[in-house]
T-cell receptor
Framework: NAGVTQTPKFQVLKTGQSMTLQCAQD?????MSWYRQDPGMGLRLIHY???????DQGEVPNGYNVSRSTTEDFPLRLLSAAPSQTSVYFC?????????????FGPGTRLTVL | TQLLEQSPQFLSIQEGENLTVYCNSS?????LQWYRQEPGEGPVLLVT?????EVKKLKRLTFQFGDARKDSSLHITAAQPGDTGLYLC?????????????FGKGTKLSVKP
């Protein structure tokens, strides 16, 4: 199993450009999430999905869109990139077991917006 | 707004020393998780604690969940350079409900040989 995969690993955008960060998992997990990680801020939840066709907002959703057409894929779209969106983005999948929502993270995408 | 406070934020020690990292909140968790993250990689789950007062051991790492399920600690015995990384705690406020996992800001540990 590949686990959680993310592409691209690095990306540089100009202000106003749009792009999609890809995320896929092969563990048949129902739950998928997107986080951003900034220095001194920890991991903050952007959007999450509890299953195909169902998405919801997290703590910092503004400027981002998501969709979940299949169990495996959960892309994150930046509509009009801004310098404040410079960050490292992590996708995670999880199942709700008896020990709570144990998250499996991808390797991350480092995004720089100029 | 639920907050998870981790302390210390940074920790630099010599190989062989012991250390403790703390994770505190004013809210009650249904479970709490500890992750370790190495540079350029995503966090990796170390342990989940569920029951108040629970203690779990993972080799030289000991994890404790407070009796009231509001706090947790990670103790490392005889730290090694391989323990270097960012340690994150994450609290789950509602079992089975995605979107209720809150992360602390992390403790950056550096273990020097």
């Amino acid at each position: 199993n590949a686990g959680v995969t993310q592409t691209p690993k690095f990306q540089v955008l100009k202000t106003g450009q749009s792009m999609t960060l890809q995320c896929a998992q092969d563990m048949n997990h129902e739950y998928m999430s997107w986080y951003r990680q900034d220095p001194g801020m920890g991991l903050r939840l952007i959007h999450y999905s509890v299953g195909a066709g169902i998405t919801d907002q997290g703590e910092v959703p503004n400027g981002y869109n998501v969709s979940r057409s299949t169990t495996e894929d959960f892309p994150l779209r930046l509509l009009s990139a801004a310098p404040s969106q410079t960050s490292v983005y992590f996708c995670a999948s999880s199942y709700s077991g008896t020990s709570g929502n144990e998250q499996f993270f991808g390797p991350g995408t480092r995004l720089t917006v100029l | 707004t639920q907050l998870l406070e981790q302390s210390p934020q940074f920790l630099s020690i010599q190989e062989g020393e012991n250390l403790t990292v703390y994770c505190n909140s004013s809210s009650v968790f249904s479970s709490l998780q500890w992750y370790r993250q190495e540079p350029g990689e995503g966090p990796v789950l170390l342990v989940t604690v569920v029951t108040g007062g629970e203690v779990k051991k993972l080799k030289r790492l000991t994890f404790q969940f407070g009796d009231a399920r509001k706090d947790s600690s990670l103790h490392i015995t005889a730290a090694q350079p391989g323990d270097t990384g960012l340690y994150l705690c994450a609290g789950d406020y509602q079992t089975g409900s995605q979107g209720n996992l809150i992360f602390g800001k992390g403790t950056k540990l550096s273990v020097k040989p």
